[in-house]
Every structure is written in structure tokens, then in C-alpha cells.
């Protein structure tokens, strides 16, 4: 079992970039494949990025932030992060990360332990 909290979400202007962090519980973190997610109003939940639990750091990104966020890890501080750059305000969104055992997944439906969420707004 692995328990996760989102941190680093706010307001911030269009262009602009912050950085998300999810701590984990448990000392299996490194593990976990984690993934990050997010949900605006009124939408379904969407994939943005995940990165394998081990060995490589493989990673898989959704089209809309390739190349404008990055997602990482730290096994040694049980911390994925995710960092986003020229945010738009169609970024606005609750940012979840979540976790599961085995191989990259852009379902959301394929994790199985999920943080609480993080409130990411951008202003035009």
C-alpha cells in the first residue's frame, strides 16, 4: 500500500511554469510506475505523463504537454515530480498523481493508489 500527496499547485499567468510534487508513504515507492493526471471542470480525467518505477526512466506523455512538462523521480526522497512549462490556460486543471505496479499505462484506470489532488490555475 502507498499512500501519495500532491504539493506546488497555485495560480500562475499564461507562459509561466510550476512545479508539481507527489510524496509518497511506504518503502516501496521505487516499485511504482507513477503517473500524473489531471481533471478540469466539467471533463474527464486525462492522462499527462507517467514514468516507469525503475531502472532506465522511461517515460510516456500525453501529446497536449510533450515537449512543456516534464515528469521525474527521486527513489531516495519518494517523490515523483512533474514540471511544467509554458502553461496555457487550458492547462487549468486538479492535478492527481497516482500509482501501480508494472508497466507505463496512459488509463487512468490501470492505477490504483491516488493522491488527493492539487489545484493548477492558469490566468490569460
Known amino acids: 500500500q502507498v499512500q501519495l500527496v500532491e504539493s506546488g499547485g497555485g495560480l500562475v499567468q499564461a507562459g509561466g511554469s510550476l512545479g508539481l510534487s507527489c510524496a509518497a508513504s511506504g518503502r516501496t515507492f521505487s516499485s511504482y510506475t507513477m503517473g500524473w493526471f489531471r481533471q478540469a471542470p466539467g471533463k474527464e480525467r486525462e492522462f499527462v505523463a507517467a514514468?516507469?518505477?525503475?531502472?532506465?526512466?522511461?517515460?510516456l506523455y500525453a501529446d497536449s504537454v510533450k515537449g512543456r512538462f516534464t515528469i521525474s523521480r527521486d527513489n531516495a526522497e519518494n517523490t515523483a515530480y512533474l514540471q511544467m512549462n509554458s502553461l496555457q490556460p487550458e492547462d487549468t486543471a486538479v492535478y492527481y498523481c497516482a500509482a501501480r505496479i508494472g508497466q507505463l499505462f496512459s488509463y487512468y484506470y490501470k492505477y490504483y493508489h491516488w493522491g488527493q489532488g492539487t489545484q493548477v490555475i492558469v490566468s490569460s
Open positions: 514514468i516507469i518505477s525503475r531502472g532506465g526512466g522511461n517515460t
